[in-house]
């Protein structure tokens, strides 16, 4: 769906970033890629990697309204992946993080709509529901804005969705990469942040997979979750460094002991398809739609009354050879 088509991508140097562009320039002839971030290092390195004629690089910040406006010029989608998602870097640095993943995703909105962009899909994270921490308290606020975005487009065609989903397997600051560099440097434990802690994982190129797939499924104002599995964080310690010993050190600020992707509050707005969930928007659009059903013609149901979507009681667990295994594909 992507051949002829202008694609932009914000934080676009990041792991995702350069997963997505992969797998873009493999399966599909766009006729521009474009790159918005504010790393020109990190550019530099990937004009040389990327070495497609479609390619184009934009040196900006979203917290930029201007300069993204000017970025989206003739852009047909969007991938909106720019965030500040340390979560201890968020609790002590509250406004940077505002000023990036709230008004920085307002300024994405103004843009898209000021240049009649098709379609626009907003990551999000498992840490926007239910949040108790800032870096989700600011997703949470990015998803509602992208959500009530729909209505603001007013006559404009411009649509907005979300995708919403846990730990992506090697990714920057995250638990894996953590401990593999404390097994390689041999330390004298791992630390454990609770024996009980479980987190939902994907790989990078699952999570691609799954957005190109949302700008075909979206119609609007959807939040969209994948099914995926759920890991133990003592299994994923054994995976990655077996018979290594492991200390509780508790919980950080601001960081659970579960993952929640869909809660239990929005469960009357849950529907459940085949290989994902959509939540539904709370507000309503001039024009009604019917989300059981969507423009691939897949079918969704109502979920029961009290459903929530957690890494605890996710029936999908992963052992610790199918972790060992995941690893091996995401790094």
């Known amino acids: ?17 350069k997963s997505f562009l992969r797998q873009v320039l493999r399966d599909g002839a766009p006729a521009k890629l474009i790159v918005f971030s504010r790393d020109e290092l990190k550019q530099f390195e990937m004009q040389q990697e990327f070495l497609s004629p479609a390619m184009r690089f934009f040196l900006g910040d979203v917290r ?12 047909d989608y969007v991938v909106h992946a720019a965030a500040l998602k340390q979560v201890p870097a968020a609790e002590y640095n509250p406004m940077e993080c505002i000023k990036t993943n709230v008004l920085g995703a307002w300024n994405v909105i103004q843009a898209a709509i000021e240049n009649n962009v098709e379609k626009v899909i907003a990551l999000s994270t498992d840490k926007a529901a239910g949040p ?5 308290a600011t997703k949470l606020c990015s998803d509602k804005l992208f959500i009530a975005a729909n209505n603001i487009a007013g006559g404009h065609r411009t649509r907005f969705a979300v995708v919403r989903y846990g730990n992506v ?28 802690m ?17 700008f075909e ?3 609007r104002g959807e939040v969209f979750v994948p099914k995926i599995p759920s890991a133990r964080i003592l299994d994923i310690a054994e995976a990655i460094a077996p018979g290594m010993p492991t200390r509780v050190v508790g919980i950080r600020p ?5 993952e929640v992707m869909c809660p239990r509050d929005d469960a009357h707005l849950v529907l459940e398809f085949s290989d994902h969930y959509v939540i539904r928007p709370a507000i309503t659009f001039a024009t009604p739609l019917d989300y059981s059903e969507n423009p691939l013609g897949e079918r969704g ?15 999908w667990y992963l052992s610790v050879s199918e972790i060992r295994s995941l690893i091996g594909e995401g790094m």
């Open 217 to 219: 499924r979206m119609q």
């Open 169 to 196: 397997v090697g990714s920057r600051g995250s638990v894996i990469p953590y401990f593999r560099r404390l097994a390689a440097e041999k330390a004298p434990f791992l630390p454990i942040t609770d024996p009980k």
């Open 254 to 258: 601001g960081e659970k002991l579960h």
């Open 132 to 136: 108790i921490n800032l870096y989700g």
């Open 301 to 315: 149901v109502p979920v029961g009354q009290g459903f929530e979507y957690d890494s605890a009681s996710n029936p």
């Open 198 to 214: 479980t987190r939902f994982l994907i790989t990078l190129p699952q999570g691609v997979a799954f957005v190109c797939k949302v």
């Open 1 to 17: 769906m992507f051949t002829g088509k202008t694609i932009l991508i914000t934080g676009g140097t990041g792991s995702f970033g």
């Open 64 to 75: 930029d309204g201007e300069r993204l406006k000017a970025a989206m010029r003739g852009v």
